[in-house]
């Protein structure tokens, strides 16, 4: 599911997963309103009326704590038999169960669908992947065609290595980020804020996508500021110089848009 650009210029997409004796949303996205909340309600409605379970659990958890993942989340709190997981790292391994993080992956188990969870920090402290074994690989804002804002280059650069061990030992078919913000022209991005990209790639990226992000951050992991690759852009750092940069482009091409709509 994804959030309108028409709502939020971030659109970010949420998914749920289902089992047969919970379902997993993963994240609540950018707008502080009902309208999630409605969808989820829904689906789980047409999903009982075919597998009926009593007192059917729903988990609501963060691939990371921005705002942008976690503004729906005061719409579920109140909503029966759910739980709705805290964004920092210690609700997050809480959780989870976690007792070795970042490296450890463990096993959550929706009934007869387990999923495998594993830490990446580097972008948010409290970032996780999921993996889903028809082949998915959920990576919240760490993987995805776009900017890739690091706060953490080590941490960034170790998570990837995990990441990448992990989808090598695993089917992955599909590694799916919450954002797009790439044209399809190779190391060209939309600006920020842009709310009409006509020329989106794809949503998912494969291993060899993973790979290459990996070796991109450990190439510039020295270097902070912005670095442009065929498929994402690494920034290295948010610092005072990059943040006004990415605003100017944001308020360029705002106006551009808005000269070509006259």
């Given at each position: 599911m994804r959030?309108?650009?028409?709502v939020t210029f971030e659109a970010p997409f949420t998914f749920l997963l289902f089992g047969s004796e919970r379902a997993l949303l993963l994240d609540t996205g950018a707008v502080d309103d009902d309208m999630l909340r409605r969808t989820v309600d829904d689906l789980?409605?047409?999903?009982?009326?075919?597998?009926?379970?009593?007192?059917?659990?729903?988990?609501?958890?963060?691939?990371?704590?921005?705002?942008?993942h976690v503004a729906g989340d005061p719409s579920f709190r109140a909503r029966p038999d759910t739980q709705v997981v805290g964004r920092s790292d210690e609700e997050v391994r809480a959780f989870f169960g976690f007792t070795d993080w970042p490296e450890q992956v463990v096993d959550y188990d929706l009934g007869q669908r387990r999923l495998e969870v594993t830490g990446i920090p580097g972008h948010h402290a409290a970032s996780i992947a999921v993996h889903e074994r028809t082949g998915l690989l959920f990576a919240g804002d760490s993987v995805y065609p776009g900017r890739i804002y690091i706060k953490d280059i080590a941490a960034f650069v170790d998570s990837m290595n995990r990441l990448v061990d992990l989808a090598e030992t695993r089917s992955v078919t599909h590694i799916l980020g919450c954002h797009i913000e790439m044209t399809r022209a190779p190391r060209r991005d939309y600006y920020f804020g842009c709310r009409h990209q006509p020329e989106e790639p794809p949503l998912q990226m494969t291993v060899g996508q993973l790979r290459a992000l990996r070796d991109a951050a450990a190439s510039v992991a020295d270097r902070p500021g912005v670095h442009r690759f065929d498929d994402f852009v690494l920034y290295n750092g948010m610092g005072i110089r990059t943040q006004l940069m990415l605003a100017a482009r944001g308020m360029v091409g705002r106006a551009w848009d808005a000269l070509r709509r006259r």
């Open positions: 959030q309108s650009k028409d789980v409605a047409g999903w009982l009326a075919t597998n009926p379970e009593p007192h059917y659990q729903l988990d609501v958890v963060h691939t990371h704590g921005h705002g942008d």
